[in-house]
């Protein structure tokens, strides 16, 4: 049997082909997942996000024609194996929901120990779910209105295990650690453009910078004017899962 491994990230802002570099950057980071892939595109505020995912390979998944559909100067990627949930293409990420904060789309990598009771409380809400996936609970977070979830920060802070994600709003890239920093994501600049990537063999094959890692435990909101860092969860201290040093250094 072959070695199964983690979910793959990666994500642009500000590149006029940042599906192609996402693309590439899911390429490299095929090792991690080979389930599915997925590719969420963006022009900014007041357009549409335009997607395309399937079962398969990124290669098998991506050609030239789906890829010059995925207009849009930022986008998030994933390249999945299934920790948690079936696999189906009902799983397959990114998943996009359009709610009171407008469109937004997430990466995830990880599982959540508090799934179970936070769908259970989203479900009592109303929330329909469409999937079997830790990932969509976190959307359902994130989609609240402010009387119930209150801000993003508010909302990330009702998430508990190991993960890594990437989420996209309609103004914003959102790159998130968990507080004992699990599961790996590192931000890398390219030609002005930000870039985000479970690893950084991702930044080689585009021939990004690696900047630096996500720390655990932070929040960092890429957006027109920059980065700014947040530190919405209790500090802990920080255990690296070390099947990633066995199977990706």
Sequence with gaps: MLPQHECGLFGVFGHPKAA????YGLFALQHRGQESAGIVTSN??????????????????FGQEELAKLKGTRA???TRYSTTGTSTIKNAQPFVVDCVRGQMAIAHNGNLI??????????RRG???????????????LAQPSD??????????????????IIMSEQELIAVR??????????GK?????????????FDLIHAKFIREIEPGEVLIINENGLRSERPFPEERPAFCMFEYVYFA
């Design 127 to 141: 929330s329909i779910f469409q999937t079997t996936a830790d990932s969509e609970i976190i959307l359902h977070l």
């Design 76 to 78: 998030i990627g994933h």
């Design 114 to 123: 508090n799934a179970d009771v936070l769908r259970d409380e989203l479900e």
């Design 178 to 187: 968990d507080p004992f920093g699990w599961r790996p994501l590192a931000l």
């Design 148 to 165: 119930n979830g209150g801000n993003i920060l508010a909302a990330l802070r009702r998430i508990q295990g190991a993960f890594s994600l």
């Design 44 to 61: 900014g505020p007041r357009t549409s996000f335009l997607m395309h995912k399937d079962m398969g390979l990124v290669s098998q998944v």
């Design 190 to 202: 390219l030609d002005g453009a930000y870039v985000l990537a479970s690893e950084t063999c991702a």
């Design 20 to 23: 192609v570099l996402t693309y």
